[in-house]
């Protein structure tokens, strides 16, 4: 059967085909504006008799932005269907998730994720955002041009050699395959068939002892089922999460239009998938330092990079490890100078893995020197800082926003600023006029003779959009232009200015720019990947180079992507 741009599946991997051969899982669909839920071995089996546990499942709908809101089912029985039905209307283009423990099996606690998304397939994995934060294991998948592309996702990160079953709408096996190290599976155009189409996924985890009742389990078997709706009860796709158009390439606007290109295979991977991390491009070669790599606020010593690591982007084989001894540090940040490094701040966690957190900002300032592969000490900054950013700007150091966190003590917003000349060899940090704002997890950026603040998470009132801009010949603040959309575009941004326009990476995958007046922003492209809490570095006047981060919904990323400006 011939495919449509858009259809619907569902997902199930991890066990081998025999093992969940003729077992029931519960599934979710949207028809006719209502949510079913219903227990059988594919989506086309409907009659089966739901598990008394199986009903208690948690059913919820995903708004934009990722909020949830919770549905209330009601039993149903005819004789085409035995299930659960929601007692208003759901919108089929939204996205429906559920869990349930369904109880204990051979020793192992067996747990039940469920997913439907409606609409058409979208060409990338941003259309998913909040599912990861509801489900420990589950799927997304993309329209291509040959078929699609499934990515399978325990806690965040990618499950591979995971096996997956393809069904159709009636419940025949329409194709199976195992997914690789990206927890990615594809199928082609001839094994997807139109309607409504199902998989499941299974993984199972040792180690997981507990009791539920009076019984023991030693291990958990989780199981997921994902369908999406028939693309014929569908025009356009809304994604889970609303975010500005890309600007339009009016030519009477006073920002030029950019056509960008994205390239995705030039560079190895990073050898460390990790967020709120310090990089930086000094001379030929791109460094990154520290960063977070264990699962989503859980930070302890052993998940902290301590590694610098180096990639020659002249003769890019492979990342080096050029030391291996520095501190465990994450949000720090790392600049650029001369052909030098400087690493800033950061915190330390002294805590090991299962303590209580232990958690100390830092203030000691470094220097790498590429030619003699050694650091050095430099002045440290006045006060302890993580969670911050630095940029320079006529060869000087600027560091803003931020706060300071000392174990068990009370976590401290700075409402500091500093600077540090680097042309001379014994200077001292220099404090800046306060800053009209108390702001962390921002980005900072040098252009046009100043410094721009981007957004960031306020003390009080959230994520904001809010940039700010320091004038170094007037020495003072001014509020500059918001950036486009909503609070948490500006959370985890990072920025930087090349061929004479500055660019913001922001949370939804927008890159945007700053108007030639400085008046406005705009976003130019939708970026692939939804990366917060990365870097965007200068690659050349009209490219740069994206890399590490996250997303909500995927999880960390490893691979380095060329965004070309034309």
């Not at 203030?363 to 430099?378: E, G, H, Q, R």
């Not at 000349?421 to 962390?440: C, G, N, T, V």
């Amino acid at each position: 059967m011939k495919r449509s741009l858009s259809f619907s599946f569902a997902v199930v991997a991890c066990l081998t085909l025999s093992q969940i051969a003729n077992a029931h899982f519960p599934w979710l669909a949207v028809e006719d504006g209502k949510v079913v839920y219903f227990f059988g071995e594919t989506p086309a089996d409907r009659t089966y008799k739901l598990p008394e546990s199986i009903t208690k499942a948690e059913v919820s709908s995903l708004a934009k932005r990722g909020k949830t809101q919770k549905l209330e089912l009601t039993a149903v029985e005819t004789d085409d269907f035995v299930g659960m039905t929601s007692a208003g209307s759901v919108d089929p283009k939204s996205a429906v998730v559920s869990k349930v423990t369904y109880g204990i099996y051979n020793g192992m606690r067996l747990n039940y994720y469920t997913q439907f998304q409606g609409g058409k397939l979208p060409k990338n994995r941003r259309g998913y955002r909040g599912i990861g934060k509801q489900l420990d294991l589950y799927a997304q998948a993309v329209d291509t041009d040959s078929g699609v592309d499934v990515f399978v996702m325990w806690q965040g990160k990618p499950l591979a050699d995971a096996e997956v079953k393809l069904f159709c709408e009636d419940g025949h096996e329409e194709g199976n395959g195992t997914t690789n190290a990206k927890g990615k599976v594809s199928f082609n155009d001839k094994e997807v068939e139109d309607g409504l189409n199902g998989i499941m996924v299974g993984h199972i985890v040792d180690g997981e002892a507990g009791k539920i009742g009076d019984q023991d389990y030693t291990k958990s078997a989780h199981y997921l089922t994902m369908t999406f709706g028939d693309p014929e009860d569908f025009e356009e796709s809304d994604s889970v999460s609303a975010k500005p158009e890309p600007a339009a390439t009016d030519s009477t606007t006073d920002q030029a239009a950019a056509k960008i290109t994205v390239i995705d295979d030039k560079y190895p991977a990073v050898p460390e998938m990790v967020t709120s991390f310090g990089a930086a491009i000094a001379g030929d070669s791109v460094y990154m330092y520290g960063g977070h790599m264990g699962r989503a606020h859980q930070y302890y010593a052993e998940a902290q990079g301590k590694t610098l690591w180096r990639l020659n982007l002249k003769d890019p084989k492979a990342w080096e490890a050029v030391s291996t001894d520095g501190p465990g540090l994450q949000g720090l940040a790392m600049v650029a100078h001369d052909g030098k490094l400087y690493r800033i701040g950061g915190f330390t966690a002294k805590n090991k893995d299962g303590e209580d957190r232990n958690l100390w900002s830092q203030a000691n300032v470094t220097c790498f020197d590429p030619s003699t592969n050694k650091w050095s000490d430099m002045a440290p900054m006045p006060e302890p800082r993580s969670s911050f950013d630095a940029a320079v700007l006529d060869g000087k150091i600027y560091v803003v926003g931020g706060w300071q966190m000392q174990g068990d003590g009370e976590t401290q917003w700075h409402k500091s600023a500093y600077m540090l000349d680097l042309s001379k060899p014994d200077s001292k940090w220099k404090a800046l006029p306060e800053p009209p704002f108390q702001r962390r997890a921002l980005s900072i950026a040098a252009h046009d003779g100043k410094v721009y603040v981007l957004g960031g998470m306020q003390r009080a009132g959230g994520p904001s959009t809010r940039v700010d801009v320091f004038d170094p010949k007037t020495n003072q603040w001014s509020e500059g232009p918001s950036l486009q959309g909503e609070g948490m575009e500006g959370f985890g941004s990072a920025a930087f200015a090349v061929g004479g326009n500055l660019y913001a990476s922001t949370y939804s995958g927008l890159l945007q720019q700053l108007s030639a007046d400085g008046k406005s922003w705009a976003p130019v492209t939708e970026l692939e990947r939804d990366r917060f809490f990365h870097r965007l570095l200068p690659l050349s006047e009209n490219q740069l180079l994206s890399l590490g981060g996250a997303s909500m919904s995927s999880g960390k990323f490893e691979e380095v992507d060329i965004i070309q400006i034309d």
